[in-house]
């Protein structure tokens, strides 16, 4: 590849010529290829099927199955607490 460095304004193989020169031609290479592979995330991005926001999502399959099993196996039993009544001298008195 026969160009004109950008430093030195020599023409000649860069591969062989000015180490500044390589050293820019290798950082302008890195930019391109970083751009195409953004370019390209962003292509599958809008390639890949978007949910409608106005519907809304159903749970997985998985997890739905898994639900009512849970449930039925350990019932919640939550302790039912006594009335307790406070008398007028500040004790207090199961009801």
């Given at each position: 590849?026969s160009?004109r460095?950008?430093?030195?304004?020599?023409?000649?193989?860069?591969?062989?010529?000015?180490?500044r020169?390589?050293?820019?031609?290798?950082?302008?290479?890195?930019?391109?290829?970083?751009?195409?592979?953004?370019?390209?995330a962003?292509?599958?991005?809008?390639?890949?099927?978007?949910?409608?926001?106005?519907?809304?999502?159903?749970?997985?399959?998985?997890?739905s199955?898994?639900?009512?099993?849970?449930?039925?196996?350990?019932?919640?039993?939550?302790?039912?607490?006594?009335?307790?009544?406070?008398?007028?001298?500040?004790?207090?008195?199961?009801?």
């Amino acid at each position: 590849m026969s160009r004109r460095c950008y430093y030195c304004r020599e023409w000649g193989h860069i591969a062989r010529h000015c180490p500044r020169q390589i050293a820019f031609l290798a950082f302008v290479a890195l930019g391109r290829r970083e751009i195409a592979r953004r370019e390209r995330a962003r292509a599958r991005a809008r390639a890949r099927p978007r949910p409608c926001p106005s519907r809304p999502r159903a749970p997985a399959p998985e997890a739905s199955a898994e639900a009512p099993v849970e449930a039925a196996a350990e019932p919640v039993v939550e302790p039912v607490a006594e009335p307790v009544a406070e008398t007028a001298a500040g004790d207090v008195a199961k009801a």
